[in-house]
C-alpha cells in the first residue's frame, strides 16, 4: 500500500469538465445561460457543454464528504473524474497526495467507487463477480471470500442468493453486491454515487447503517452524492451543494440550515436549503425556455 500520511484525502482545485455536443443530439445537462444558450457553439453545429465549472474542495482523512444536487448539475461526472474514468480539462485532483493524472495507477489502488447503475456479469453468482474483481486488485480467493460474505451479511443478504446468478436478484440486491465489490478491495477513500437510488426502505437503511459503520470503525474516506436529503443530513460531516457545474454552498449540515430563515417556526431543513439555492434558478430556466 502505499504512503497516506496526508491528512487531505482528496484535494479538488478549479476543475472543469467540458463536453462537445452535436446538434440533434440529447445531452442529460441543462441549458447554460452565458448568451448561447447551452454553451459556446461554432460553426459546425457543435456546443460546448460545461458540466463542472471550476469546483474546488478539500475532503480530510476519515470524513464524510456529500454532494448534492439536481440531475444535471455534475454530480456523476464530477466522481467520474475523481476515480480517473474522465480526465479533467482545467485544475487539478490529488488523492492523498497522489495526482491523478500523473499516478493514475497509484490513485486507483486507493479508491474504489459505487455508481447507481453498477455492471456485473450477470449469469455469475455475487460471488463470482466478487472473486473476479478481487483477483483484478491482487487478492487472493481464499481472502476474497471470507471478505465477501462478511461484507453481504453485513448487508443483509442471506447466504443463498450469493451463489445463484446475478439476473435472478432484484436491482436492491444487486447494488449491495456492487457495494460490497467496492469495499472488498478496503479503499480508504470510497466514492458512492447515488448507493440507495430505487433501494426499497429497508435496504436503503441496511446500506446506510453499513456506510456509518464505515466510517466509525474503518479507516475510509467517503465522497457521497444523493438524493435524499435525509440521508445526507444523518451521513455527512459537510455537504456541498452543486448546481449547474459549480459549488453555490459548501457547510456541515447544520450550517446550511443556517443559510434559511425558519419557516412558520419550524426550523430549516436541508430539503429547504436545496431548494432555496437550487429551485430558484430551475424555475428562471424554466422560464427561459419558454420564451
Known amino acids: 500500500m502505499y504512503a497516506v500520511e496526508n491528512d487531505i484525502a482528496l ?14 443530439f440529447p445531452w442529460p445537462w441543462k441549458r447554460r445561460r452565458n448568451g448561447d444558450q447551452n454553451g459556446r457553439q461554432n460553426g459546425n453545429g457543435r456546443r460546448t457543454v460545461v458540466a463542472v465549472d471550476g469546483v474546488e474542495f478539500q475532503v ?9 444536487g439536481p440531475n444535471g448539475s455534475g454530480k456523476s461526472t464530477l466522481v467520474r473524474c475523481l476515480s480517473t474514468l474522465l480526465l479533467p480539462d482545467e485544475g487539478s485532483i490529488a488523492v492523498f497526495g497522489h495526482d491523478v493524472l500523473q499516478e493514475e495507477m497509484v490513485v486507483k489502488r486507493l479508491i474504489n467507487r459505487v455508481s447507481v447503475d453498477a455492471s456485473f456479469f450477470k449469469k455469475l453468482t455475487p460471488m463470482e463477480n466478487l472473486l473476479y474483481g478481487a483477483r483484478l486488485y491482487g487478492l487472493g480467493a481464499r481472502e476474497a471470500k471470507r471478505r465477501a460474505l462478511e461484507i453481504l451479511e453485513r448487508l443483509g443478504l442471506e447466504r443463498e442468493p450469493i451463489f445463484q446468478p446475478m439476473e435472478e436478484m432484484s436491482r436492491g440486491m444487486q447494488q449491495k453486491v456492487a457495494i460490497a465489490r467496492a469495499f472488498l478491495t ?10 440507495t437510488t430505487g433501494l426499497d426502505p429497508r435496504s436503503k437503511r ?4 453499513f456506510v ?3 466510517r466509525d470503525t474503518h479507516d475510509a474516506t467517503i465522497l457521497l452524492t444523493t438524493h435524499d436529503m435525509q440521508e445526507a443530513d444523518a451521513l455527512c460531516d459537510r455537504i456541498a451543494i452543486l448546481d449547474d457545474g459549480k459549488i453555490v454552498a459548501l457547510d456541515t449540515p447544520a450550517g446550511l440550515k443556517s443559510l434559511v430563515p425558519s419557516i412558520n417556526g419550524h426550523e430549516p431543513t436541508l430539503e429547504d436549503v436545496f431548494m432555496e439555492l437550487t429551485g ?6 424554466e422560464d427561459e425556455k419558454s420564451e
Open 186 to 195: 478496503q479503499p480508504i477513500v470510497l466514492l458512492l454515487d447515488e448507493p
Open 11 to 24: 484535494n479538488v482545485a478549479g476543475v472543469t469538465k467540458k463536453f462537445v455536443k452535436s446538434e440533434g
Open 212 to 214: 456509518e459503520e464505515l
Open 280 to 285: 430558484k434558478q430551475l424555475v428562471k430556466d
Open 206 to 209: 441496511e446500506v446506510q447503517a
Open 60 to 68: 480530510h482523512r476519515g470524513e464524510v464528504f456529500g454532494i448534492l
